[in-house]
């Protein structure tokens, strides 16, 4: 009994010394794990701060977050101009307060992400005018409004439209119905001091308005800010008549015949005065034949004292040229070519520097009517004209003239361009399916004056280009450096005749003098009768041409003696009044002096440094880029099929 007891306490003894050693190892081991937890927490914590400083969306302040939400929601000005017909609400600050609770949190405190509106659907239209607090509002609106559930009621659109008038930075509406409520508001409710857009379009006929000249008068600078104006149908005379010195950019469009004759059309008894409350206007566009119910007083002292009485809708029956003094750019659609000239003396524009014209048929002439009387076009609505007018548009650098049919770029007979630099002439792409290209007529045909000795850019698209015709027309431009030649017939002949000579004579030069001496770049474009046979002549003999004139610079100015020049009879000098003074010399076709031309200049041609071709079947890639080799000279090619 005493052994099993002894083996008993021994085998205890053993266990506890065993359990005690286990013990001292938990011990350890929960210190040791404490360590490592301690460890991942840091190592974890460490992690995470890196983490988030790699995002650093994460940890930027509001204020900076804030100029970030800003800008992704921000519009462009086009788009809020032109914004799509099926938008509903706009998306972007939407999308921003369902990231994350801290970014909803800070959309919903900052105002300016809603501020543009658009009024379509009645929940989110609410929440944009309550969300957006006391923040400038773009509202966008296009009617007829859907007919689905959640249409927005017209009543609820009147209220928070009015409520928020003074708010208004752009206004975009289509309708008819909805938009005769928006004109009220403008004629009454003023003034509207953040006001900078404003494009109203009607797609119908107003219905129960009262005339405009019964509204109320609203205060002076109720449009203070007003900078771009747009009126689709939307007669200018609907709108207060308040000065607008901001305004920059007017876009007119009357397109629709039914708008010619309504009393709520275009008409030059609403334009001059609309015009001439816009003195700081920039940019006008007009799609439109406004109706001349107006007469024009012209002589000394008539333009600059334009005698529209101020707060006035209407100009009278008798009026004085209007000056817009900053107009750089002029966009004209349907213009009727025969009469265009008189559009340039009831307006005068004398800083005009960009000048598009998108002239109509031939046959079409400018409505004339008085006392609601139609008049023949053939009596010209101006009194004081003693001859023929001339406008003059003495800083026009940029003309760019789209027309139906040849004949019709006669309207610019009238108009003198002085200082133009670049002309852009194209057929209407929807008359080519009428006939086929039409024949350009020669320059003395088109303008008052052919000589262009400034000009340095010529594109001519869509047209037949007689030989003869237009090499006499480029003769007209000594500055030109680019030809640009688009889709017409007749193009490889007038090529080939700038090499100096012809296919005929393997491009021997003939003449003493060159056509065009500067020409650096040429642009042609599905000219289908230009061979790479006359491109190449015009590169090589340019280019052997500029070195010589490098080489030899004393006689650069002519290969030949110059002509002598024998001096005028000692009377002709003496009698300033002689006829022989005002007989037309060479150097002056017409007998008018211009600065810049020099016809017995003979100055030698400069290298084709830049050459495009595209569409020209006749011309392969290969012969194309062989121009870029050294003996060539051509810095700049492309090609294309």
């Avoid at 083996?7 to 001292?24: H, T």
């Amino acid at each position: 009994m005493s052994c099993d007891t002894a083996a008993l306490d021994a085998e205890i003894l053993a266990l506890e010394s065993k359990f005690m050693d286990l013990q001292c190892r938990e011990t350890e081991a929960r210190r040791l794990l404490g360590f490592v937890l301690e460890q991942k927490n840091t190592v974890e914590r460490e992690l995470s701060a890196l983490k988030y400083r790699r995002y650093p969306i994460k940890w930027l302040p509001p204020e900076l977050l804030t100029e970030i939400f800003l800008h992704f929601v921000n519009w462009s000005e086009e788009e809020v101009i032109h914004p799509p017909r099926n938008l509903v609400f706009h998306k972007g600050p939407v999308i921003l307060s369902h990231v994350c609770h801290q970014w909803r949190e800070l959309a919903l405190s900052t105002s300016a992400l809603w501020s543009l509106i658009c009024v379509r659907k009645s929940e989110p239209a609410r929440a944009f005018f309550t969300r957006s607090n006391q923040v400038p509002i773009d509202i966008i609106g296009t009617e007829p409004f859907p007919l689905s559930e959640g249409a927005f009621p017209l009543a609820s659109a009147r209220s928070d439209i009015r409520k928020s008038s003074s708010r208004w930075r752009s206004v975009i509406w289509s309708g008819t119905n909805f938009l005769e409520f928006l004109l009220e508001l403008i004629n009454h409710e003023s003034p509207f001091p953040h006001l900078e857009t404003l494009s109203l379009a009607r797609d119908g006929t107003a219905r129960g308005i009262p005339d405009a000249q019964s509204l109320v008068r609203p205060t002076i600078d109720a449009l203070s800010r007003l900078s771009y104006l747009h009126l689709h149908g939307v007669a200018p005379s609907e709108l207060p008549p308040v000065y607008f010195p901001a305004l920059c950019t007017i876009n007119l469009d009357f397109s629709k015949e039914s708008w010619h004759f309504g009393h709520r059309g275009l008409r030059l008894s609403n334009l001059l005065p609309l015009l001439h409350r816009s003195q700081n206007l920039e940019q006008l566009f007009m799609e439109a034949v406004p109706l001349i119910d107006v007469y024009v007083e012209v002589g000394s002292g008539a333009s600059g004292d334009c005698d529209i009485p101020p707060g006035s809708r209407f100009a009278k029956l008798q009026v004085k040229p209007i000056v817009l003094p900053h107009l750089r750019s002029f966009k004209w659609r349907l213009v009727p070519p025969g009469d265009m000239w008189l559009l340039f003396i009831y307006i005068e524009m004398p800083s005009l520097q960009e000048l598009h014209l998108f002239l109509g048929n031939r046959r079409k002439q400018w409505t004339q009517m008085f006392e609601q009387v139609l008049l023949p076009s053939n009596s010209p609505p101006i009194s004081g004209l003693q001859t023929s007018p001339v406008i003059t548009l003495a800083k026009l650098e940029e003309l760019f003239v789209n027309c139906r049919d040849a004949e019709s770029l006669a309207a610019l007979k009238k108009i003198q361009l002085p200082a133009l630099r670049k002309l852009n002439m194209s057929r209407d792409v929807f008359s080519l399916i009428e006939s086929s290209s039409p024949q350009l007529p020669r320059l003395e045909s088109i303008f008052h004056d052919p000589r262009l000795p400034h000009l340095t850019s010529l594109k001519l698209i869509w047209f037949d280009l007689d030989a003869e015709n237009t090499i006499s027309m480029l003769r007209y431009m000594p500055s030109l450096t680019l030809l640009y030649i688009e889709s017409c017939h007749g193009a490889g002949e007038v090529l080939c005749h700038l090499s100096g000579g012809s296919c005929r004579n393997s491009h021997v030069k003939t003449q003493r003098s060159w056509t065009c001496p500067r020409l650096t770049h040429l642009i042609l474009t599905f000219c289908a009768d230009v061979k790479f046979s006359c491109l190449s002549a015009v590169v090589q003999a340019r280019k052997a041409q500029s070195m010589m004139a490098a080489s030899t610079p004393e006689s650069s100015a002519s290969t030949t003696p110059a002509r002598l020049m024998k001096p005028l009879k000692r009377r002709a000098l003496q009698n300033p009044n002689s006829p022989v003074l005002s007989l037309p010399t060479p150097a002056s076709p017409n007998g008018s002096f211009m600065p810049g031309w020099n016809s017995f200049g003979v100055a030698k041609p400069s290298s084709i440094i830049s050459v495009h071709i595209s569409g020209c079947r006749r011309v392969s890639k290969v012969e194309a880029m062989s121009l870029m080799e050294e003996d060539w000279g051509v810095l700049d090619i492309s090609w294309a099929p």
